[in-house]
Structures are given as structure tokens and as C-alpha cells.
């Protein structure tokens, strides 16, 4: 079983910048892929990045490539998700999701969710 709680989530003015983390509490062990998705008001999920579990490979948006950047530390089970140059169309529940195996961009190939952080960027 894992548990994933996220922080860093606020309220920023646009062009700022936030730093989301997520603490993975690991019951057994296994070869992780993590990601951040996130959804706005009304809107459907959509996927944010993604990280293997080597950390080798990541995976962006094109929304988010160049501007944020995914990244982990196996040892503190934790991923992080740093993010710059925020405009109010990034607000939205950032959730980070953990799969037994590689990372993808397909939020159903996810077993396990944390609660999600709120990031809201003020105009």
C-alpha cells in the first residue's frame, strides 16, 4: 500500500513561482513511477509530468515543459514538483499519483492518489 500526502500548494501572483512536494509512505517494496496531474474548477483531469522511478526519464505537458520541472528522492520517498512563470490558467488541485512500475501519462494507469494541494495564481 502506498499513502501520498502533498504540499507547497498557495496563492501566487502571476509569474511566480510555487514548489509542490509528496511523501510517499511505502508499505511494501517496489519500483515506483510518480506524476503530478492537476484539475480546475469544471474542468477534467489532465496530466502535469511524470518521473520514472531511476529518475532517468520524465515526462511533460507541453503546457508544463519549460516551466516546471519533476523531480525525486528515493531515499526521503519523495517527488517534487517545481513550478515557474505561474499564469492563472495553471490554478487548479494538484494531485501526485504513484504506479507500481513505469511512469505514464495516463492518469488510470495510477493505483494510488494523495488528497491534493491547491495552487492558485492571482492575475
Known amino acids: 500500500q502506498v499513502h501520498l500526502t502533498e504540499s507547497g500548494g498557495g496563492l501566487v501572483q502571476t509569474g511566480g513561482s510555487l514548489s509542490l512536494s509528496c511523501a510517499a509512505s511505502?508499505?511494501?517494496?517496489?519500483?515506483?513511477?510518480m506524476a503530478w496531474f492537476r484539475q480546475a474548477p469544471g474542468e477534467e483531469r489532465e496530466f502535469v509530468a511524470a518521473?520514472?522511478?531511476?529518475?532517468?526519464?520524465?515526462y511533460y505537458a507541453p503546457f508544463a515543459r519549460g516551466r516546471f520541472t519533476i523531480s525525486r528522492d528515493n531515499d526521503m520517498k519523495m517527488a517534487f514538483l517545481q513550478m515557474y512563470e505561474l499564469n492563472p490558467e495553471d490554478t487548479a488541485v494538484y494531485y501526485c499519483?504513484?504506479?507500481?512500475?513505469?511512469?505514464?501519462?495516463?492518469?488510470?494507469?495510477?493505483?494510488?492518489w494523495g488528497q491534493g494541494t491547491q495552487v492558485t495564481v492571482s492575475s
Open positions: 499519483a504513484a504506479q507500481d512500475g513505469g511512469a505514464t501519462l495516463n492518469g488510470d494507469d495510477y493505483e494510488y
Open positions: 511505502i508499505g511494501r517494496a517496489g519500483s515506483y513511477g
Open positions: 518521473i520514472t522511478w531511476s529518475g532517468c526519464t520524465t
